[in-house]
Nanobody
């Protein structure tokens, strides 16, 4: 059974940084594309970043470009999202997803439980 577990969320101030982590198990992680999405209250789940199994990055969402960086460690079965210069509009539940580099959440079959990121102004 494939499992994804996110961690690293929290309450920060605008301009701060956070690093989210996603631990994968039960999957051939080294050959699995991975992505991060987020969902704010009352809004649809939106694509943030994706990385293919070789470490190549898909284009970031415009809203996070230049501030967020996705990376992975295949040996540890981990994917990360480094978030810098956080803004209040980054407040959301952040989800790790496996299986694609698509911007559409419908193309992903496995999701983590999410980790809350709250950015105060």
């Amino acid at each position: 059974q494939v499992q994804l577990v996110e961690s690293g969320g929290g309450l920060v101030q605008a301009g701060d940084s956070l690093r989210l982590s996603c631990a994968a198990s039960g999957v051939a992680f080294s050959y699995t594309h991975m992505a991060w999405f987020r969902q704010a209250p009352g809004k649809e789940r939106e694509f943030v970043a994706a990385i293919n199994w070789r470490g190549g990055r898909a284009p970031y969402a415009d809203s996070v470009k230049g501030r967020f960086t996705i990376s992975r460690d295949n040996a540890k079965k981990m994917v990360y999202l480094e978030m810098n210069n956080l803004k209040p509009e980054d407040t959301a539940v952040y989800y790790c997803a496996a299986g694609s580099t698509s911007i559409s959440p419908q193309n992903y079959g496995t999701w983590g439980q999410g980790t809350q990121v709250t950015v105060s102004s």
